[in-house]
């Protein structure tokens, strides 16, 4: 069974970093794209950033240049690294993965909160 979790959300002043983890274990970690997504109250679920399965990398131009996904195949774990973090980031922040063999199941975590004071 595919689980998803992520974990390193919190409160930050804007300016500061936060490192999101999203554990993936139950299939094949890396054999279909992932991502980040987030949602904040009252708008849709946007992508953040996403990673498909030949390392191409994707980021929402929101993001661009301060948020980095990356991965770690012997940790089966997701990265959202985001630096320079303003107020109109917080949302809950969701991972993704898409599984094997056909890639178009979707499994999501259950979201971290992220909060950036002014």
């Known amino acids: 069974q595919v689980q998803v979790v992520e974990s390193g959300g919190g409160s930050v002043q804007a300016g500061g970093s936060l490192k999101l983890s999203c554990a993936a274990s139950?299939?094949?970690?890396?054999?279909?794209?992932m991502g980040w997504f987030r949602q904040a109250p009252g708008k849709e679920r946007e992508l953040v950033s996403g990673l498909s399965k030949d390392g191409t990398t994707t980021y929402a131009n929101s993001v661009k240049g301060r948020f980095t996904i990356s991965q770690d195949n012997a940790k089966n774990t997701l990265y959202l690294q985001m630096n320079a973090l303003k107020t109109e980031d917080t949302a809950v922040y969701y991972c993704a993965v898409d599984t094997e063999p056909t890639c178009v199941v979707r499994y999501w975590g259950q979201g971290t909160q992220v909060t950036v004071s002014s």
């Open positions: 139950g299939y094949i970690f890396g054999s279909c794209g």
